[in-house]
């Protein structure tokens, strides 16, 4: 099941450019738009009734068949949708799915099988009748099948929407989102349950249930009035990371630090889907990365006051709430009372003296056997935090002219060229077992900038010794 979400996952986020800009002109000329427009507004059904689902369906054919396995998923998905009179994302991610694996697994079938020279031609020519096969079933009988399931769904999402069970679904995401479930969470389940309700309501508050950054915003306002010094000045770039460029990972560790916090977002998630509820609001796109102002730019025009008012709400109880868990110290001291804010008592760092010592803690393989040429983040989808962490240290080897190579992946494709492998400590067991021959570095949060200092001694002590 995991591996399954996380394709699904993919198969969103590597198309979320095309979902915004489907967002952005319903947002713009759309029935709930700034400026209403109906015939620029003709060019929405096309693109989610056809140009989307063939899209995931290409993207799954090529996350599970190649190239090959992309281009027969995308025939495929295309004869499925001209039997639809509903948007046909959920089938086309499956169908794109079982399309890639299908190819996947006759290629295995008939490898050193089919006479030489003749490889390609043979192995084209078996990919397009199974493309046929498959278009003429999705046509003739899947794809009524499949509407009628989506349309059944759909009065089961309205029901949901407009009940309080949908306010219990913060219990779920806020904690899952903790622990790098997110991108899983909005791309792989949110996003196509959002994107099958605009098609009816014209936008969908699906959107708004994981990528809301209020209870996040609280959080660390919270933690930003408990610290003090170089703490309090990187909990303020996590904060505007989080809030204006929609890395919500950023704000992860100082929960995981502090678990007490999870009813904090928990109650910050609640508050904030109860607000989207009560003003009936949505996004008309899935908001991606998960920022206040991505937010803004996807919300209907008549919504965005409330769609704003959710977002303060969440983080103004987030913020009360973890206030208060910090106020009680992790372990009481001996007088059992608490002078002033303390680093350990709130669960942000402990033994900072020793910082660098811990980072490379159980390295593999010992500094003597290769020179770091490629430093890789890493994170669960090695998108937003990996990518931001990967421009700082950028930046700062630039500033050294330091020959190095850096990038960002997920911990399930870090690349072969790795030398060092930076990811959170609780990812840092998981890209072990999928890259066990390399040096990993595991860091509490990739906004403390001690953690690019540390990176930086490492390398020009390997410089020094080559």
Known sequence: MNKLGRLLSAMVYQNIAALIVVG??????GVYGWWPNEQLNLLVGPMLNQLIPVLFGYTGGKLLGGQRGAVVAA???????????????????????????????????????????????????IAAIVAVVLTLICFAFLGQVVSSFIKDMNHVLEIIVNSDWL?????????????????????????????????????????????????????????????????????????????????????????????RLLFSVIAGGIAGIAVFQFFDVGLVSIASPGSILILAVLSPHDDLPFVMLGVMASALVSFLTGYMILRIPL????????????????????QTERWSEQLFE???PPKSCRKIRTVVFSCDAGLAS??????????????????????????????????????????????????????????????DMKVYDAVIARLQEEYKRH
């Open 362 to 364: 159980e390295r593999q």
């Open 386 to 447: 990996s990518s931001m962490a990967a421009a700082l240290l950028k930046k700062k080897l630039k500033v050294l002219e330091l020959d190095i190579h850096v990038t960002n992946s997920s911990i399930y494709e870090i690349p072969a060229e790795a030398d060092l492998i930076i990811t959170h400590k609780t990812l840092t067991p998981k890209a072990r077992q999928n890259a066990p021959d390399r040096e990993h570095m595991s860091v509490e949060a990739f906004t």
């Open 24 to 29: 952005m002109i319903r947002a713009l000329f």
């Open 75 to 125: 025939v495929v998905t295309m004869g499925l949708t001209q039997a639809s009179s509903v948007p046909m994302i959920i089938g086309a991610m499956a169908i794109g799915l079982f399309t890639g694996w299908l190819i996947q697994w006759i290629d295995k079938k008939l490898e050193h099988r089919l006479p030489a020279g003749f490889e390609l031609l043979l192995a084209n020519f």
């Open 167 to 259: 306010l219990l679904s913060s219990v779920l995401i806020e904690p899952a989102k903790v622990f790098f479930f997110n991108n899983v969470i909005n791309h792989g389940i949110l996003a196509p349950l959002g994107i099958q309700q605009t098609k009816e309501m014209g936008k969908s508050v699906f959107f708004l249930l994981e990528s809301n950054p209020g209870p996040g915003i609280g959080v660390l306002l919270a933690y930003w009035l408990r610290t003090t010094g170089e703490e309090r000045k990187g909990v303020k770039t996590a904060l505007i990371i989080h809030a204006l460029g929609g890395v919500h990972e950023v704000y992860f560790p100082y929960v995981l630090m502090n678990l």
């Open 331 to 350: 372990h009481k001291a001996v007088n059992h009372t608490i002078s002033r804010p303390n680093l350990t008592e709130l669960g942000i760092l402990q």
